[in-house]
């Protein structure tokens, strides 16, 4: 590792310069190897290092192009410091959070914490990265996917069950929804962010070259994980409508005791829903009938205020702006039209309904999360969690169900150029996962009725 600063050369015995007063060897008391003393250029100090040789004329060539690196990255304005991961990490994500929405700068910061400084900095033991190979790469895959099985991941898992969820910030932190098993998706992004970093690096040279960076595909899940998304039948969906009708109440537990028809004096063995409870339920039911309706992303509707909702001053129908901020920037979108009820029913429940007010928001104001864990306890209560191929749902099916209904409706079926606009996604994604459903629309057609 190199070590900056300038020192006298009455503490370097048997010294030989190789280019003099740049580039200097020298031995240590005990030791056969050779180190190197190399003079920064334009700037005060050195670097130290071991030429890691034990003949001369070898550490000399050493000196020599190690002085030669150092050169060409000043004059080119590289970096010339070493780096482990989490000193490559700190820098680039320096340079690069100004420029990441909230939802992009809270799956890199979990993902780098979790994963990254957990396999480059803890596992490797902070290797340098000019040091990590091919393979070093190669055997992360293996890591993550075994992560949450593994001992450490084991643990992780324990202390986050004993973890208070902080009452001020409703953001669950138990790791409920947590994958034991990562999909194809969530490796492909990370390695995506996996590259980010490391082709960062080699433009600055930090590295030498481009690391060879390929999330492994499950072969028996590829068809799974790419054609289809698992969304809703209209079964499903009727099932999970009409038990968010009845679960929106709350629970009452246990019964009030009684004496000769009289209600008695005693108040335990009740538990009745509180204001909270019933204003987080409401809140639940009305954001998944919305996002059933309009195909939001979750994101999206998580900063959509109440300004946003807006007339076709020509049509009269309403719309939603969808602000710039979010995945694919703005957009405007028009949901099916009884959607907006639900928006409605929630402008009456909460105090927060002035223009600039978040729809989805806690009774602070404060923006909720997408409610993940209390959807997948739903779902389990529904008994459909799971379609019928085992792919496990999530608030995202939503939206593939908005799709899905709008490409199979008999009466308005839209094209799958509108549908792709009016989501904030290309014609490609659209045809990509739902172009089963084009079949369905020509049914009598193709069956010759």
Not at 23 to 30: A, D, H, K, L, N
Not at 213 to 242: C, G, H, Q, S, W
Not at 312 to 317: C, D, R, V, Y
């Amino acid at each position: 590792m190199s070590i900056y600063g300038d020192s006298s050369l009455s503490s370097y015995d048997n010294h030989i310069w190789v280019i003099q007063n740049k580039v200097m060897i020298y031995q240590r008391e005990g030791s056969p190897k050779w180190q190197m003393r190399l003079k920064l250029p334009d700037r005060a100090g050195y670097s130290v290092k071991s030429t890691k040789e034990t003949n001369e004329e070898k550490a000399a060539d050493v000196a020599r192009h190690e002085y030669s690196q150092i050169v060409y990255k000043v004059e080119n304005n590289l970096e010339i410091e070493k780096y482990d991961f989490l000193k490559l990490y700190k820098t680039w994500w320096e340079r690069e959070k100004t420029s990441k929405s909230e939802a992009r700068i809270k799956f890199i910061e979990g993902t780098t914490n979790r994963y990254f400084v957990g396999y480059f900095q803890d596992h490797l033991k902070g290797k340098s990265i000019t040091a990590l190979t091919d393979l070093d790469f190669e055997d992360y895959w293996s890591w993550r996917k075994n992560y949450w099985i593994s001992e450490e991941g084991e643990n992780n898992l324990n202390r986050a069950s004993r973890r208070r969820n902080n009452s001020g910030n409703h953001r669950h932190s138990k790791k409920g929804n947590v994958a034991k098993v990562p999909s194809t998706k969530t490796l492909q992004m990370e390695q995506s962010l996996l590259k980010q970093m490391f082709w960062w690096a080699h433009r600055r040279g930090i590295i030498s070259r481009q690391p060879y960076i390929k999330a492994p595909r499950d072969a028996n899940r590829k068809n799974l994980d790419v054609a289809r998304r698992p969304t809703f039948e209209l079964d499903e969906y009727r099932t999970l409508y009409t038990y968010l009708r009845e679960w929106v109440k709350g629970e009452k537990v246990g019964e009030q005791p009684r004496n000769n028809g009289r209600f008695g004096k005693a108040k335990t063995g009740i538990k009745k829903p509180h204001r909270l409870h019933l204003f987080q339920r409401n809140l639940i039911r009305n954001y998944i009938l919305f996002l059933a309706n309009s195909g939001l992303r979750p994101n999206e509707a998580r900063q959509l205020r109440w300004r946003d909702i807006r007339i076709n001053q020509k049509s009269g129908a309403r719309y939603i702006y969808v602000r710039p901020t979010t995945k694919t920037g703005e957009r405007d979108t028009y949901p099916l039209q009884h959607a907006f009820k639900y928006l409605d029913r929630l402008k009456k429940q909460t105090e927060f309904n002035d223009k600039d007010d978040l729809v989805f928001a806690n009774q602070d104001g404060n923006p909720v999360e997408n409610f993940g864990k209390t959807f997948k306890k739903i779902l389990i209560d529904c008994n459909i969690l799971e379609d019928d191929l085992g792919r496990v749902r999530s608030i995202y099916s939503l939206r593939h169900f908005y799709a899905t209904q709008r490409l199979l409706s008999k009466t308005k079926p839209i094209p799958m150029e509108v549908l792709a606009e009016n989501m904030g996604t290309s014609p490609t994604m659209i045809f990509q996962h739902y172009r089963h459903l084009t079949t369905h629309n020509y049914a009598e057609i193709l069956t010759g009725r």
